[in-house]
């Protein structure tokens, strides 16, 4: 299964992979369109973004949240209604949602955003599916 792993103490905040991300996504360089975010945390760099762990797919209550072939996990605009459920249920707060958009966004793996990332925090991961079901999830992305 791909998705975007990260190395939280290798962001230098330079905030190059939100540009990409808003820029590949809706066409705007605007931060706050971005689907991964950088933050701090007690002064260290902390990097938000979707793990694809599927937690959001159960709570849809249109079914607009699926997985695809890959392992990604993916909103179907065409079916969401918008009513935002899936970014409070998020336990990492990695759904996002914009007022200029009716429904909701994510991290699709594009890897846009580590191909700009200078330092190597941000890169594309694979791990298998049945390793994800068996353990628990803070084993799996706190590698």
Do not use: W
């Amino acid at each position: 299964m791909r998705y975007l792993a990260k190395e939280d103490s290798k962001c230098i905040q330079c905030k190059a992979c939100e540009e990409i991300c808003s820029t590949t996504y809706f066409k705007v360089n605007d931060r706050n369109k971005s689907c991964i975010q950088i933050n701090e945390k007690d002064g260290m760099p902390e990097i938000n973004v979707c793990d694809q762990c599927g937690e959001c797919i159960d709570i849809c209550p249109v079914m607009a949240i699926t997985r695809d072939k890959k392992g990604i996990v993916r909103i179907n605009k065409k079916i969401c209604v918008g009513c935002f459920m899936c970014v409070g249920f998020c336990s990492k707060l990695s759904m996002r949602q914009h007022d200029d958009h009716i429904e909701p966004f994510k991290c699709i793996a594009c890897d846009m955003c580590s191909k700009v990332c200078p330092t190597g925090a941000i890169y594309i991961s694979e791990r298998d599916d049945s390793e994800a079901l068996e353990m628990p999830l803070e084993k799996i992305f706190n590698k």
